[in-house]
């Protein structure tokens, strides 16, 4: 008999249902399956979140490229105004504004026909307050857009439209309307400030009607994101100088479309990647990410201990065995792979269960969480109770639980318990090869 088939043989014999030993396999396999069945589903509820959130921020607020232009070159020199009067100043600022936007559109055209570029266009952003007729005031974060924005970004077409639309005032966040107590039409005041070495600071609260609401299922940017047109925002007097933004098919290939950007424009220009403007925001996220895998991983090691003492334990009751293998010519190595194989089917049997439970438990969480719902709401009835709502709106922001499984994480998660398995059954039955079969038959 060949030494693979004996081991498996044998191994077959010593740990089949109903042996001595056999109450080391499927524990220890029904333990590796809890802890990778758990640390799929959290992951993948996590990954949701996370991925949700990240593609959100990127959308609709950082984009993947953020370009700021240099000034054009018949903008007027600053040092050329110190001897202009304040209407003079004031109207060259307004024509600055204007070349400012209409280069910084020409670049974003030229950017969008690079390849791998999706959206490139010009955008503002500042923070400021707005308030409703009864003094009601909020802080606001305005982002100013081109007024086709709407044509040019499908994230902006793409947005759930409570009421109204893009265009024809500012179009605000659903919390931010709730607060305010601002549906479609209705006036709000929109401090503006405008600082300048000669005048000064001055500030004055400028009247802006509602043109649409919007909700995107974030609560940041529902409750402080106002979106509104370069245009009808100039003609109000608030005038910022634009940035490009620019929308990759593929934001991890930001440092090749980096340099491309960058050959297209001209001199003077500065481009930031998503992973520079965000690091702070997203490495929290990964750390986040990383310690609550590292929490559950802790699943794991208390199985591989469990697996540990149960297969020193086989591996003492079957020193009879042992001896006798080893007395037939049965090499260390090979004895202690028969234990060793024990370990590698609970764990990649365990480690597949697993798998396939949580994975179908993640992708179906939804359908659980409502099939508990009702199971609940239908006890409490026959009893004159109220049911439960995991997520009721009075409580949470959201309307069920996002879920995004990575091959790779799926893979890792797997490989792990695995291996807490298959090393705990290696350092179990090291002991294997210390002893002599004669020691062991002349006790006996």
Do not use: C
Request: no cysteine.
């Amino acid at each position: 008999m060949r030494r693979a088939s004996w081991i498996g043989f044998v191994a077959s014999r010593w740990f089949r249902p109903g042996s001595r030993a056999a109450p080391s396999l499927l524990p220890a396999a029904a333990g590796i399956a809890v802890g990778v069945a758990a640390l799929v589903v959290i992951i993948g509820v996590m990954n949701g979140f996370q991925a949700g959130f990240i593609e959100a921020v990127l959308e609709l607020d950082s984009y993947h490229l953020r370009i700021e232009p240099g000034r054009p070159a018949d903008q007027a020199d600053p040092a050329d105004r110190s001897a202009a009067s304040g209407d003079e100043v004031a109207e060259v600022a307004e024509l600055d504004a204007a070349a400012e936007l209409d280069a910084a559109a020409d670049l974003a055209r030229g950017l969008s026909a690079l390849p791998g570029v999706s959206v490139a266009l010009p955008f503002a952003e500042l923070r400021t307050l707005a308030a409703n007729a009864r003094g009601r005031v909020e802080g606001i974060r305005i982002k100013l857009l081109p007024s086709d924005a709407a044509a040019l970004d499908p994230a902006i077409a793409g947005l759930s439209w409570r009421s109204g639309g893009y265009g024809g005032g500012i179009a605000i966040g659903s919390e931010l309307a709730r607060r305010l107590n601002a549906p479609t039409g209705t006036e709000l005041s929109v401090l503006l400030v405008d600082a300048d070495e000669e005048s000064g600071v001055e500030s004055a609260m400028v009247p802006v009607r509602v043109s649409g609401v919007f909700h995107t299922g974030f609560y940041d940017f529902d409750a402080g994101m106002v979106l509104w047109p370069f245009d009808e925002a100039a003609a109000a007097g608030l005038v910022e100088r634009p940035q490009i933004g620019v929308k990759l098919r593929d934001r991890y290939d930001d440092a090749r479309q980096s340099a491309l950007a960058a050959a297209a424009l001209p001199g003077g220009a500065e481009i930031e990647s998503w992973r520079h403007y965000n690091r702070a925001f997203f490495g929290a996220l990964r750390m986040e990410k990383n310690v609550m895998m590292a929490l559950v991983g802790l699943i794991f090691i208390v199985v591989g201990v469990n697996i540990f003492h149960s297969m020193r334990k086989a591996v003492y009751e079957r020193m009879e065995e042992v001896a006798i293998l080893k007395a037939l010519g049965g090499r260390p190595a090979a004895v202690q792979a028969v234990f060793v194989l024990n370990g590698a089917a609970a764990g990649l049997g365990g480690a597949a269960v697993g798998l396939a439970a949580g994975s179908a438990l993640a992708l179906n969480v939804n359908a659980v969480f409502a099939f508990i719902e009702r199971a609940v709401g239908l006890a409490a009835s026959l009893f004159g109770g109220d049911g439960i709502r995991f997520f009721s709106p009075e409580l949470f922001y959201l309307s069920d639980v996002p879920v995004r499984l990575w091959p790779a994480e799926l893979a890792f998660i797997g490989l792990a318990g695995a291996a807490s398995a298959l090393l705990a059954a290696f350092a179990a039955s090291a002991r294997v090869g210390s002893f002599t079969p004669a020691e062991v038959l002349r006790n006996e």
